[in-house]
């Protein structure tokens, strides 16, 4: 009889465990929202930019998302991103910035697929841009909460 019991009041308090667990899960109201993070220090005092997203959100779900990085300047990050004056005048260094910034575009993809940026994982060379996709989606998502 003392099993039964045992057993009756382990099947409550994990059903109760189950009720609470999703009461903390966000919801999101549709739309199109837009999230910025702070400039990147990289302690020369200049600088490296920061990066700004736009997510559209349907039915309570991440439907699309567009990461962009930008220049402390307010300059694109783009195919010049790593050049000199227009000139490749280091090709290491441009291959670097080029790589971060590929990587930076997959970020958005992998926000879509999993729904979740808690899941998204850092991409090798473009960790600066994962911290400010992070703190970008933050933001937009902030203003998304119900």
């Known amino acids: 009889m003392k099993l039964k019991k045992a ?5 409550a308090v994990t059903l109760i465990a189950f009720a609470f667990a999703g009461c ?3 919801t999101y109201a549709d739309g199109t929202y837009t999230g910025k993070s702070s400039v990147y220090d990289d302690n020369n005092g200049e600088g ?3 990066g700004e997203v736009t997510i559209t959100i349907t039915d309570g779900k991440i439907t699309a998302c567009e990461f962009n990085t930008y220049e402390t300047n307010g300059d694109l990050k783009d195919e ?5 004056n227009g000139e490749i005048a280091n090709q290491d ?3 670097k ?4 910034l590929a990587g930076s575009k997959e970020y958005a993809k992998l926000l879509v697929e999993t729904g979740d940026y808690h899941s998204i994982d850092a991409i ?7 911290d400010q996709f992070m703190e970008a989606v933050d933001d937009a998502l902030s203003q998304a909460e119900e």
Not at 7 to 11: I, P, Q
Not at 80 to 84: D, F, I, L, R, V
Not at 124 to 130: D, H, Q, R
Request: charged residues 15%; aromatic residues 16%; hydrophobic residues 35%.
């Open 97 to 100: 910035a080029q790589k971060a």
């Open 124 to 130: 090798s060379g473009a960790t600066i841009s994962y």
């Open 24 to 26: 903390g899960a966000k």
């Open 93 to 95: 260094y441009y291959n």
């Open 48 to 50: 490296d930019g920061y």
């Open 7 to 11: 057993v009756a009041v382990l099947l």
């Open 80 to 84: 010049e991103y790593g050049m000199q």
